[in-house]
């Protein structure tokens, strides 16, 4: 049998190396064979998720920047300051969390989807035309976010104009200017060439950025009892690769940008610039509980404990 396979990144992209990394599993231990498509190939974010939910695809990975409009619980990964930016915490609270591992399955489930892994991308950088030390400094700058309702909340808290935008219309705002910046981790920074369209690249510290690897539920049920465990090794076997092939990313990113752009600005909040940052979060979180009520609230706990439990 085949099985379909839509990701959000180029084959060479964290996503890909990820899918790739499955597909290689699943060919070698196994008679079936994975068919992987890459962004642009069938669309948009939202398409490849439609196509999922429909069984067109067996497999997706759609990050919660665009799951938040279909399970608002999973805006939770858009509470700045909330995740660790990288590291052995980050990656130790991505294996051992409850809410990751127990919740969002049955949440993502309720959608005809079988949650199988998140796993982290990296820290979050915003790239800009204009210096960013400040909320100030966003006043007014027109800043691409995932379409999520939360991460909109968040740049509006942090003094931008937030603009909601699928991912193939960021390069082209950014270069007529109808954007004036974006965040994203380094290495797809790097990869989509964000550097060419912005000259500054600010480390706030603020999230890293998560992603979720799932199947439709239908198609899984109806795996055999061996099939099911063949999956779920092979998303541990790509997670584990995942992490250690991300050990270093951001730096090496940042050195290849530097090296094309000499001229890049990058800059690292200070403790005390981060502040302001900070102190908006809290707003952000209130927000997100008042669109999620009492399942948004005991997840957002739950993360928060299964965070001590990984930085104690
Ligand atoms: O910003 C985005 O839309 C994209 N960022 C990453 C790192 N992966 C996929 C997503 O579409």
Redesign the pocket.
């Known amino acids: 049998e085949t099985w379909r396979y839509a990701f959000?990144?180029a084959i060479d992209?964290?996503?890909g190396v990820f899918a790739q990394q499955f597909q290689e599993y699943i060919e070698a231990n196994s008679d079936h064979s994975v068919q992987l498509f890459p962004?642009g190939t069938l669309g948009e974010?939202d398409d490849i998720m439609e196509q999922t939910q429909a069984g067109i695809l067996q497999f997706v990975n759609q990050?919660p920047?665009?799951t938040g409009a279909l399970i608002p619980e999973a805006q939770v990964f858009f509470v700045p300051y909330l995740l660790p930016q990288e590291g052995e915490a980050l990656n130790e609270f991505f294996r051992t969390s409850v809410a990751i591992n127990e919740m969002f399955p049955e949440l993502y489930a309720q959608h005809g989807l079988e949650l199988l892994t998140m796993y982290p991308?990296g820290e979050v950088v915003m790239t800009t035309k204009q210096e960013v030390r400040s909320p100030a400094d966003l006043n007014e700058q027109n800043i691409r976010v995932?379409t999520n309702p939360l991460l909109v909340e968040s740049y509006r808290a942090f003094g931008a104009v937030p603009t909601p935008l699928?991912?193939g219309e960021?390069y082209g705002g950014l270069q007529t200017n109808m954007i004036q910046g974006?965040e994203?981790?380094m290495f797809?920074v790097e990869s989509t060439r964000m550097y060419e369209v912005t000259d500054y690249i600010t480390f706030t510290g603020h999230n890293n950025?998560t992603?979720a690897f799932m199947a439709n539920k239908d198609f899984f049920d109806g795996l055999s009892d061996d099939d099911q465990q063949l999956v779920r090794d092979a998303v541990q076997v790509a997670f584990d690769h995942i992490l250690e092939y991300q050990d270093g990313l951001t730096e090496s990113a940042l050195e290849t940008i530097l090296e094309s752009k000499p001229e890049m600005q990058v800059v690292h909040l200070t403790e005390e610039e981060r502040q302001p940052f900070m102190e908006a979060a809290a707003s952000v979180e209130a927000e997100f509980i008042r669109m999620t009520g009492d399942s948004g609230e005991a997840i957002l706990e739950q993360m928060k404990a299964d965070l001590e439990a990984v930085t104690d």
Do not use: A, R
Request: no cysteine.
């Open positions: 959000e990144e992209e964290v996503q962004f974010s990050s920047g665009f991308e995932m699928p991912w960021v974006q994203n981790p797809f950025f992603t």
